[in-house]
């Protein structure tokens, strides 16, 4: 019973399908004066079935459709059609809504499909990932097994380099100790051109040397001689020096000069010119004491400390060659046999035996030893075989036949490599490139076409290039001579000129381009020519036997400077005592320091005088300094000066090598500076009449005109500023006498 009129508007909004399911929104739903009980009551239908309607309500929308299992099946029955009409029942009250129809259109083949689809391309995705990873996972094994074979090379390699070098280190073979020298035939330099490469270092010395023994300047004579008694005024001299020091324009580089020129003026003078030297000292201490004292004498900054580098190498001249100038040579001698017991790279002049870290050569260098015969340009023989290392260059072997025939012959005397031709005389019968050189000689070339070419650059020929054998006789000739002998008794090889590409010997640059070739044969060249790299690290202990070589003339060279207490040079004693007086000057806390002494002294002789000659024995000898001698020098001249330091040196693992092979040594040689420098205070003092007793200077090998006109120059370029600074009145050498003396003349 409905109770009162219902009137009810609906329609049919929305239809969701799902498969076979059917739902049927409807909207628009007015339901008047129905009482909730009727509307309760409310069903739908789709065709003859009634379908559940979950809620009725005024404002919201109703949604009904067949029960669960309801499919189109279910409806169609045994109907031949498939549209079916649906209706809308509250109460007694039925409205039709409209009409529903199943149309066939297979959309269950499409979701069919495109599940086939999405399954076939997950598949194929599937299939790549896995070829893409087992073809990721072979190429990281063959990674693996190539890096394993590489790590299993570089261990042999080191095992093999640790091996040879502990069995070098425990045998010492090829030790150099047998080798005496004869003091008569170390080849000192003639006494200019010490004086000059000590005076002049940094200049062209045959010029210099060669102006000092002419002897000529356009200044004329009458001044010149004037200009001398003016030098010979103590007041002057100071004011002079002390004039042109102030000048802005007036350069370390000039100081060093007038200090020079000034030493060769009053050469025949030494007293007057050590007074004039400690005099220049007590100002410049005057100066500097209260400032940074510890910093005094350290550089050469003023004229009075160059001039005392310049007094020093005169004092100590005949000390230096009767006591230390034998030790000295013999040590550098020694250097080079040491050097030549192993390969030596002729271009970046690394050794395998080295004393510096960074001079060791690294590269795995495969080498034999050869006993040749020796013949000098002269016919002259050696006495014995000449050892030579197949893996020297052709310059190489030159330059030691020629020291093993002509033993200690001045450097300045040697002809240079370059004018020496090196002729290869095989033993009968042996066969070279294929053919028998039964007759004749041939010369061997640095560079030729023999020459083994990597990429851009080329391999300098060495005796292996060129097959030579033990006994085989190598005969140095003149290069002239060489190429006007018939060529009937020399076969030659035709010369090559490399200049367009890059050379090297034993380490090949890392950095140089590739030929412009095939790539094919760039890599080819570079698989032949590769070597394994060792670090440098692995062959530190070779620092430690080459020390060991050389260790007893190291110590027999220190020995004669810090530790002959009983023969002190007379120069050494009169500058500490004056040295140790001038620490009356410091402040009260500064006096009370011991060390500020102790490093006047280092910084006056070991630093000033004596590690000039040990890193520069060429200023005393007439030899020649290569660059790995040099190398050697250095290490030994941080021993010799860090053996005068008082510094406490904490060295640990991650310390400098240079400085941890001589870390022993260091110690040692400090105690026996510590005695010394005690022995010398305890020496009785002596006066500058006794220095220049005891230096005996040699007579000056050329005449003083040219250092004093030098001189003269610096006083008119500044005559108006000396002239100032000159006294007015008196007897001599007076403002006006300056002015009239540097006034030009016509």
């Known amino acids: 019973d409905i109770g009162s009129p219902c009137h009810i508007n609906m329609t049919m909004t929305q239809i969701h399908r799902f498969g076979d399911q059917v739902t049927v929104m409807i909207g628009n739903l007015r339901c008047h004066n129905a009482t909730v009980s009727v509307l309760e009551e409310s069903e739908g239908l789709i065709g003859r079935f009634v379908c559940v309607v979950p809620s009725v309500d005024e404002v919201k929308e109703s949604v009904f459709g067949p029960d669960q299992g309801r499919t189109k099946r279910a409806l169609l029955g045994n109907q031949e059609t498939d549209r079916f009409p649906v209706k809308m029942k509250i109460g007694y009250y039925e409205h039709k809504l409209g009409w529903i129809a199943y149309v066939e259109k297979g959309f269950q083949m499409i979701y069919i499909y495109i599940g086939a689809g999405v399954v076939a391309i997950f598949m194929m995705i599937f299939i790549i990932l896995v070829v893409k990873n087992r073809h990721d996972n072979r190429h990281i094994i063959d990674l693996e097994k190539k890096h394993q074979h590489e790590i299993d090379k570089v261990e042999a390699t080191y095992a093999k380099a640790a091996r040879q070098e502990f069995t070098e280190l425990t045998l010492m073979v090829e030790n150099t100790a047998n080798v005496k020298i004869d003091p008569r035939e170390i080849p000192y330099r003639i006494y200019c051109d010490y004086l000059v490469h000590i005076m002049f270092p940094n200049v062209d010395k045959k010029k210099i040397l060669n102006n000092l023994q002419l002897d000529q300047c356009e200044v004329p004579d009458y001044q010149i001689q004037e200009f001398r008694k003016f030098l ?38 030494f007293s007057y010119l050590s007074k004039i030297l400690f005099t220049l000292l007590d100002t410049l201490i005057k100066n500097d004491i209260n400032k ?27 000390y230096l060659c009767s006591m230390t100038g034998p030790s000295l040579y013999d040590l550098c001698y020694r250097i080079l046999l040491t050097v030549e017991l192993g390969p030596l790279d002729f271009v970046t002049h690394q050794a395998r035996f080295a004393l510096s870290q960074d001079k060791i050569l690294s590269e795995e260098v495969e080498f034999r030893k050869l006993e040749v015969q020796a013949e000098g340009p002269d016919g002259t023989r050696a006495k014995s075989p000449v050892s030579v290392l197949d893996c020297d260059t052709i310059s190489q072997v030159k330059g030691k036949l020629y020291r093993a ?15 020496l031709s090196l002729l290869w005389t095989p033993q009968a019968g042996q066969v070279q490139s294929g053919q028998s050189l039964q007759s004749g000689s ?3 070339c640095d560079y030729d076409e ?7 650059e080329k391999k300098f020929n060495t005796l292996k290039s060129y097959k030579v054998q033990s006994d085989d006789l190598l005969t140095l000739t003149m290069f002239n001579d060489y190429h006007q002998a018939p060529m009937s008794t020399i076969r030659s090889v035709k010369r090559q000129t490399v200049s367009e590409v890059s050379r090297y010997h034993l380490v090949k640059n890392i950095n140089s381009d590739m030929d412009f070739r095939s790539p094919a044969v760039n890599k080819r060249q570079t698989s032949s020519s590769s070597t394994t790299k060792i670090a440098s690290e692995a062959y530190l202990p070779s620092l430690i036997r080459t020390k060991e070589h050389l260790c007893k003339v190291l110590d027999s060279m220190m020995s004669t400077v810090f530790m002959e207490s009983n023969n002190i040079p007379a120069a050494v004693k009169c500058l500490f005592d004056y040295l140790d007086s001038k620490t009356e000057l410091l402040n009260d806390r500064d006096r009370q320091d011991p060390e500020i002494a102790h490093v006047w002294k280092t910084n006056s002789l070991p630093l000033r005088f004596w590690i000039n000659i040990i890193k520069n024995p060429q200023f005393l000898f007439d030899i020649e300094k290569p660059p790995i001698m040099d190398s050697y020098l250095s290490v030994i001249g941080q021993c010799f000066m860090d053996s005068f330091s008082l510094a406490t040196m904490t060295l640990n693992k991650d310390s ?6 001589y870390n022993k040594e260091v110690n ?37 005109k040219f250092a004093v006109s030098q001189l003269f120059g610096y006083a008119r ?9 000159l006294p007015t009145q008196g007897q001599h050498f007076t403002r006006s006498d300056f002015e009239v003396l540097t006034k030009p003349r016509s």
Not at 292 to 318: F, I, M, Q
Not at 450 to 456: H, I, V
Not at 676 to 696: E, F, G, H, I, M
Not at 717 to 722: G, H, P
């Open 442 to 444: 041939m010369e061997l």
């Open 232 to 269: 010979n005024n103590q007041q002057f001299l100071i004011t002079f020096i002390d004039v042109i020091e102030r000048q802005r324009e007036f350069q370390v580089a000039h100081r060093c000069e007038v200090a020079s020129y000034l030493t060769i003026a009053l050469y025949s003078d």
């Open 450 to 456: 023999r020459m083994t070419e990597m990429g851009a």
């Open 292 to 318: 940074t004292p510890k910093l005094l004498l350290r550089a050469t900054k003023s004229v009075a400390e160059k001039l005392l580098t310049n007094w020093l190498s005169l004092a100590l001249y005949d």
């Open 668 to 704: 040692q040689y400090r105690k026996a500076v510590d005695k010394w420098y005690r022995d010398v205070r305890q020496a009785p003092p002596v006066t500058l009449r006794a220095v220049v007793n005891d230096s005996k200077l040699p007579a000056l090998p050329f005449r003083t």
């Open 656 to 661: 400098s090598a240079n400085k941890l092979v």
């Open 717 to 725: 370029k500044y005559q108006s500023e000396i002239a100032a600074a």
């Open 405 to 419: 025939i002509y033993r200690h012959q001045p450097y300045s005397q040697q002809p240079p490599l370059e004018t």
